[in-house]
């Protein structure tokens, strides 16, 4: 079965950089897509970023494009989502999610496997 693992999160300042790992494992993933979703307190799962496992294509929304690189490493089977000049409004929990789909896959309904997540706290 697919497995998700997350790393990379903690407590920052405004202004800072993280790199957000996802381990993935179970099965080939060379027909997938892999994303990465936040979650703030009381607010819905925001899609962040997303990238396809053989071709490389990736997209990022508006609200993180310029600030947020999503990269995987086939090798090491793990996806980064590097986050620089981080703001207060980037405070969440951040999941990586796994989708049988060669294409770039931006619905959160469309990822039936999904990591634990790992909590990104940036103070002002």
């Known amino acids: 079965q697919v497995q998700l693992v997350e790393s990379g999160g903690g407590l920052v300042q405004a202004g800072d950089s993280l790199r957000l790992s996802c381990a993935a494992s179970?099965?080939?993933?060379?027909?997938?897509?892999l994303g990465w979703f936040r979650q703030a307190p009381g607010r819905d799962r925001e899609f962040v970023a997303a990238i396809t496992w053989s071709g490389g294509s990736k997209y990022h929304p508006d609200s993180v494009k310029g600030r947020f690189t999503i990269a995987r490493d086939i090798a090491k089977n793990t996806v980064y989502l590097q986050m620089n000049s981080l703001k207060p409004e980037d405070t969440a929990v951040y999941y990586c999610?796994?989708?049988?789909?060669?294409?770039?896959?931006?619905?959160?309904?469309?990822?039936?496997?999904w990591g634990q997540g790992t909590q990104v706290t940036v103070s002002s």
């Open positions: 999610a796994a989708s049988a789909q060669t294409w770039v896959v931006t619905s959160k309904s469309m990822y039936p496997y």
């Open positions: 179970g099965r080939t993933f060379s027909n997938y897509a």
